[in-house]
């Protein structure tokens, strides 16, 4: 299990970058060579020579970039994941990633304080008030000389229980009016234009087009003589085809080409037509 991306982010916010090495208990003093370290010697964000034993020691004077210090801080985010999940494991506590979010995030800070039997077993136990006692227990003595953990640990606790503003949160309820029972959505105008409203299809009744039309009568005609019988009905649904005879409706117009090379062609198409369908009332 990694730590979400959300709770980087809030890890970041939480330990504001720094660039040069600092002594934590004094933050904003500038370390010279040779001061004594009253709290610890902190980089970047919030990273100190505890957080791994592989990387190199931090010193007075050192320095990094904020990029770099986004790499360091996912590096110590996961080397206190293995710590979380091995204290898990320990006392056999299946982790959910919003719980593991928060111990990350608060071994971080205090790790001795979090490994405790009592809050693994509460966290075992699920007693939301014995977890929230203890949990606030890891920062009582240090709140005097560093007051911004109460607010860390409320943050962790929010997080332990699910219960921090997520930056994908969304209101499902946004202000939008229930619709009507008779609502029947359309289309919404843009810049209260008007909606375009397109005409019905016209009648096709050029002559290529009608004689398509009496091709397909004529075929239609020549199966009068075969209707289909009663097991042809059940298997198919549907009775013989019907040829409905020619009306005023269906008298054609010729179509004119806009070159003698096109009328032409299209003159000769027809009489094709006509005479295929011509053929099948023979």
Known sequence: MEVSPPVIEIIQEEEVFKGTAYDDARPDYVLKPGDKIIGTLTIGYGHTNAARN??????????????????????????????????????????????FDALVMASMNRDAKMSGGPLWRAIKSGDEKKIREIWSSTVEKSLEKYPGLEGRKDKELEIFFDSYEKPEDIDEDRGIPEPEDNFIPGPIPENNIPPTVVPPPTEDTGVQNMIWTDLFNNLSNAFIDNPRTARERELFGRTSIRYNPPTEKDISEKIVYDSEEKQIIGDNYTRLLQAISQGFMR
């Open 54 to 99: 592989n990387d190199e020691q931090i010193n007075i004077g050192d320095t990094v970039t904020e990029e770099e210090a986004l790499e360091i801080l996912k590096l110590d985010i996961a080397e206190f994941g293995k710590y979380v999940t091995n204290r898990a494991n320990s006392f056999e506590v299946n982790l959910l990633q919003p719980q």
